[in-house]
C-alpha cells in the first residue's frame, strides 16, 4: 500500500516537473514580473485625494486564505495602500491577521452582500474569485480574475448542465466568455494557478485527501510556489497579458494559453449561458439576498 502511494506519488512529481519545464521555460524570472507588476500599478493615474471614494477599489472572493490572500497582499503592496481593498470570506480570525498588515480594508463576512459593496464604491476596479466567479468599466481600470484551472477541463455533458454527474472548469471558460459578451469593456481571466502551497488540501473533509495533500506539498516543494508568488504571477496576467478587454486563459506564470486545451464552442457558451441565467432567476425568485453578518471596517 505504502510503495502504491509513493509510485503514485513520484509519478504526479514528474508529471508536474515535466509540465512545469514544458510550459514556463519562457517565462521571465519572478523578480522581472514583480518588477513589472509593480511599474504597471505605478503607471495608474495618482488618486486625486486619500479619500476611499478617489482611490481604486479590489474586492477579493476568498481573500481570507491562499492565493487570494496572495493577491491581495501584492495587490496592497504594490499599490502601497492607496486602494481599498475589500476581502469576502467566512473566516474574520484569518482576515484580521491579514486585515493588521494593511492600511485600508474592509471585511465582509457574508458573499451575498455585493449591494453593500457597491452602494460604498462607487466603482469596483479589479474583482478577484478565488473560490469561484464575477461581474463590472474600461479596460485599464477594470478587470475579473477567476482563479480556478483554465487549461484543465474537457469536453462538457450539454444534458448534464446541471452537474449532477461531474463538474469540468470548461465551465469557466465559458462563463468568462459569455460575461465578456455581456460588457465587452472588460477584461475577463479564467486562470490556472498551478501548483501553489496553500490550505487548499489539508482543509479537505476528506482524511485520505490530507494526508496526500501533505506528503505532496512536502515531496513537490521546489515545483510549487507560495501564495504571493502566486500572487505576483496572477497579477502578471492583469498587468501584462490581459492588455485587451475580453475572455482570457492564463497559466501559472501569467502567461496567455490561448486556446490551448480548450474544450468549449458556440453552441457550449449558448446553452451554459442561458441555464445559468434560469438557475439564477428562480434562485432570486424564491430567496432574497441575505443581510451581512458581521464587519469590520480600518
Ligand atoms: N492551491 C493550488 O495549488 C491550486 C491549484 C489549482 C487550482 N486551484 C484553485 O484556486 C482556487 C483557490 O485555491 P486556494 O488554494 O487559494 O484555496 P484556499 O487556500 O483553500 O482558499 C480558499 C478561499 O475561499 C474562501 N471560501 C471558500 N468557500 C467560500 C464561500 N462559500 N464563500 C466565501 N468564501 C469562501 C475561503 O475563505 P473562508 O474559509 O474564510 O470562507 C478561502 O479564503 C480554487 O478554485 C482552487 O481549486 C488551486
Sequence with gaps: MFLSVSVFLSLIVVVVAFYYTQTNSAMPSLAAIRASNAAFFRSKPAPSSAVAANVPTAVFVGGTSG?????????????????????????????????????????????????????????????????????????GEAAVVSVMAAGYGGKIDLNDLGLK??????????????????????????????????????????????????????????????QTECGEYMWNAVASTATKPGAWRIGSKGEDLGMKRYFGGEEQRRRVWEHTVEVMRTALATSGPETPKAEVQK
Excluded: C, W
Excluded at 496572495?70 to 495587490?75: E, I, R, S, V
Excluded at 452602494?119 to 474600461?138: D, F, H
Design 165 to 226: 454527474k461531474g463538474y469540468s472548469p470548461t465551465y469557466n471558460d465559458l462563463m468568462m466568455e459569455s460575461f465578456a459578451e455581456q460588457a465587452p469593456n472588460i477584461t475577463y481571466i479564467h486562470a490556472a494557478p498551478g501548483f501553489v502551497r496553500t490550505s487548499l488540501g489539508s482543509s479537505s473533509p476528506s482524511p485520505t485527501l490530507r494526508v496526500v495533500s501533505a506528503l505532496l506539498v512536502s515531496l513537490a516543494r521546489p515545483l510549487s510556489v507560495s
Design 67 to 139: 492565493i487570494g490572500e496572495g493577491m491581495a497582499l501584492t495587490y496592497a503592496e504594490h499599490t502601497e495602500g492607496k486602494s481599498n481593498i475589500i476581502i469576502v470570506g467566512r473566516n474574520a480570525a484569518a482576515a484580521e491577521r491579514i486585515f493588521a498588515s494593511m492600511p485600508r480594508l474592509l471585511l465582509i463576512s457574508n458573499p451575498n452582500s455585493q449591494g453593500t459593496i457597491l452602494s460604498r464604491y462607487a466603482k469596483i476596479n479589479y474583482l478577484v474569485m478565488s473560490p469561484g466567479y464575477s461581474t463590472l468599466a474600461e479596460r
